[in-house]
């Protein structure tokens, strides 16, 4: 689990929106950043 921002996530992996990469994001997984954190809490 990291603590950086979806914003700051984006950025290192290449992608300069990170509205953007929340949509890719959740067509790969499913979930949205926000709740694929929420469910990855332990």
């Given at each position: 689990?990291?603590?950086?921002?979806?914003?700051?996530?984006?950025?290192?992996?290449?992608?300069?929106?990170?509205?953007?990469?929340s949509r890719i994001f959740?067509?790969?997984?499913?979930?949205?950043?926000?709740?694929?954190?929420?469910?990855?809490?332990?």
């Amino acid at each position: 689990m990291t603590s950086l921002s979806v914003q700051e996530i984006a950025a290192r992996t290449g992608y300069g929106d990170a509205y953007y990469f929340s949509r890719i994001f959740k067509k790969v997984t499913g979930l949205s950043p926000k709740s694929y954190r929420k469910s990855s809490k332990g």
